[in-house]
């Protein structure tokens, strides 16, 4: 059983480009997150996603910040128009279907870097 | 809100002293809370969790929690360190208030163990 994977796992863009980072939960998980990791800090919650629906977005910055978790392919956390302070470590983690006893299971992360 | 905190930025222990890293929580309700640990360039990679039971929790790699309730603590503690221990570690809660289901992580320590 192949765990979370994220990729790219490096992502340079330019200021003003867009960003896609991808996430395939791990098998038999339908419960997608997304956490966001500055320099030297610790992670920040961004959203968490079932199979097409957005159930908590409240860690998502309000403007060119989308996520997705379509009910084929994978999770994808989109940045539109990149800033360089959007530089920093994305993470995705997957559980199972919600149980108080599941914990959830983080991919390598995408480290992405707007010049 | 729920919340922890960790006091320390950096904890620096002997290989072969036992460790300990710090966490205190403040949560409504019932807590649910976990160690990861975050390797140099990786993802988190869990190593325990405390939902309800037995006070002492044993996780991978030789570690393991003490929740404390009255002291609304659950400290990380290994009996004797080892150099490949260096790494930084988060504590978190799971807030699952209001049909959310996320962590919430304290801003980690490094834990550093010299030869």
């Known amino acids: 059983n192949a765990g979370v994977m994220q990729n790219p796992r490096h992502l340079v863009r330019r200021r003003g480009q867009e960003a896609r980072l991808r996430c395939s939960p791990m098998k038999g998980h339908s419960h997608v997150y997304w956490y966001r990791q500055l320099p030297e800090e610790g992670l920040k919650f961004m959203v968490y996603l079932q199979k097409e629906n957005i159930i908590d977005e409240s860690g998502m910055p309000k403007e060119r910040f989308s996520a997705e978790f379509p009910k084929e392919g994978p999770s994808i956390l989109r940045i539109q128009q990149v800033v360089r302070g959007d530089s920093a470590a994305y993470f995705c983690a997957s559980s199972p279907p919600t149980g108080r006893d599941t914990e959830a299971f983080f991919g390598q992360g995408t480290r992405l870097t707007v010049v | 809100a729920q919340s922890v905190a960790q006091p320390e930025d950096q904890v620096n222990v002997a290989e072969g002293n036992p460790l300990t890293v710090k966490c205190t929580y403040s949560?409504?309700?019932?807590?649910?809370l976990f160690w990861y640990v975050q390797y140099p360039n990786r993802g988190l990679q869990f190593l325990l969790k405390y939902i309800t039971g037995d006070n002492l929790v044993k996780g991978s790699y030789g570690f393991e929690a003490e929740f404390n309730k009255s002291q609304t603590s659950f400290h990380l503690k290994k009996p004797s360190a080892l150099v490949s221990d260096s790494a930084l570690y988060f504590c978190?809660?799971?807030?699952?208030?209001?049909?959310?289901?996320?962590?919430?992580f304290g801003t980690g320590t490094r834990l550093q163990v010299f030869p």
């Open positions: 978190a809660v799971r807030d699952m208030v209001r049909g959310t289901d996320k962590l919430i």
């Open positions: 949560v409504s309700g019932n807590p649910y």
